[in-house]
Each structure stands twice: as structure tokens, then as C-alpha cells.
């Protein structure tokens, strides 16, 4: 089976938009979602609509839990604060309870799937070093685990041996942002994984950035969060 897994779209529509365009072309068999559909992005609604849709799996993220909860927000930064008291005040009411249900996690066979860390998950911790990674494989038992939140992406080998997913090893897969890449290249990213041959491909892709960006700008939402797209920070 081919799992595309997406994570982190934040509300923009022209990169959700793409992304699904591009899955399918690419003989996938079961599209997953690891959370924040919403936050930051002037199209939470129409994102959440689209995700409902297409994905079979769509875990909670914390930006997903504070547009329902805004004491979530509480430690975000001031740009992610106003988006996600913007985002709660648009987001319908059906959404929100939809958002409220969402699970942290999600194990299936060999593959298990968070938002942030398996460690403590509704922590939100964040997987950005080997030291962070080390900590994450004692929290799953499965061979390979796959995240989000911090939208950059990167592979981990609980051996350190291979940059690359095989079957001889355990990993930790980031997938990438697909509305707000933070790794400096502005291309959303999503991955897609092989469950037979046991093979991960990171999947990066131009989108109607400007468009989505002008969005944020309409919408009056903080500046900043419209630049960024621009530059993938």
C-alpha cells in the first residue's frame, strides 16, 4: 500500500490545494493527515472540508486544539496567539466540535502516527535533534513513526546509520509542512510511503504562494505570517 501522510497545512488552501493535485497523480492508495489543518492560513474552514474528505486519519494538533480551546494558546507567540483567536472566531461550529475529537496518536500494524512527539504527545514537544529523537523511539513500538509540528523535513535511524528509511532500522520521519515550510525552501512538502517495499519519498512542490499570502494579508492577520510563505521560514 502507498500512505501519503501530510501534516501542517495551516489554512492554506492553494498549498492543500496542490498537494492533493499531486497525490493523485501518484497511485496512492490512503492519504493520512497528522494535524494543525488550521492556524496561521486565512482558509480553515475550507481546508478542514477538504481534509474531512480525502483523509482516512486526521489527528489533533495544537493549533487545531486552540482554535476550539484558546487557553491552548496561551504559550504560543504573539503572531500564533492572534492567528488562532482569528482562526476561532471563523471557524464554524460543526469544525470545532469535529476538532474536539480528534485523537493525539494513531498506531496501525508497524506504523504509528502523532502530531508532535509519542512522547507525552499532548505536550507538544517538538523533534528537532538526535537527542530529541532519542527520547522519542522509547515511546513506540512500532518500526516507524511518523510527525509533524515542527515543518521541517527530516529522517531519523534509531541507530544513526541510514539517512534513509529501509527495513533494517526504526525511524522518525518529519514530513514537512505542507501550508508553512520553516526549513527555508518555500515548496510544501508531504511524503509518501511504500508499506511493501518499505521505502519513504519526501515530496516538495511549488504553489499559489502569493495568493495565499495575500489571503492572510485580507484577512488581517499579522504581516508576518503572509512573508514567511514567501521564504519558507
Known amino acids: 500500500m502507498r500512505l501519503a501522510i501530510i501534516s501542517d497545512i495551516h489554512g492554506n488552501l492553494e498549498a492543500l490545494t496542490t498537494t492533493l493535485d499531486l497525490i493523485n497523480t501518484r497511485s496512492v492508495d490512503e492519504v493520512v493527515c497528522l494535524g494543525d489543518v488550521v492556524g496561521y492560513g486565512a482558509n480553515p ?4 472540508a477538504m481534509v474531512r474528505e480525502r483523509c482516512t486519519v486526521i489527528l489533533l494538533g495544537n493549533h487545531d486544539a486552540a482554535a476550539v480551546d484558546l487557553s491552548v494558546a496561551n504559550q504560543f507567540t504573539m503572531n500564533a496567539r492572534l492567528s488562532a483567536i482569528w482562526t476561532h472566531g471563523v471557524l464554524h461550529d460543526e469544525n470545532k466540535e469535529f476538532l474536539k475529537n480528534l485523537p493525539f496518536t494513531k498506531a496501525r500494524d508497524d506504523i504509528f502516527l502523532t502530531h508532535a512527539s509519542p512522547y507525552d504527545p499532548e505536550e507538544w514537544n517538538y523533534i528537532i535533534t538526535d537527542f530529541d529523537a532519542r527520547d522519542a523511539f522509547q515511546s513506540f513500538v512500532q518500526r516507524i513513526c511518523f510527525v509533524g509540528h515542527s515543518h521541517i523535513p527530516i529522517i531519523f535511524s534509531e ?4 539517512a534513509a528509511v529501509t527495513s533494517r ?3 522518525i520521519v518529519n514530513v514537512g509542512s505542507v501550508g508553512q515550510p520553516r526549513d527555508g525552501n518555500p515548496k510544501l512538502s508531504f511524503g509518501i510511503f511504500d508499506t511493501e517495499d518499505w521505502t519513504y519519498e519526501n515530496i516538495r512542490a511549488k504553489y499559489d504562494a502569493v495568493t495565499a499570502a495575500e489571503k492572510i494579508r485580507k484577512a488581517g492577520l499579522p504581516r508576518a505570517l503572509a512573508d514567511r510563505l514567501m521564504v519558507g521560514i
Open 45 to 48: 474552514n475550507e481546508c478542514l
Open 159 to 162: 541507530t544513526g546509520n541510514t
Open 169 to 171: 532500522d526504526r525511524f
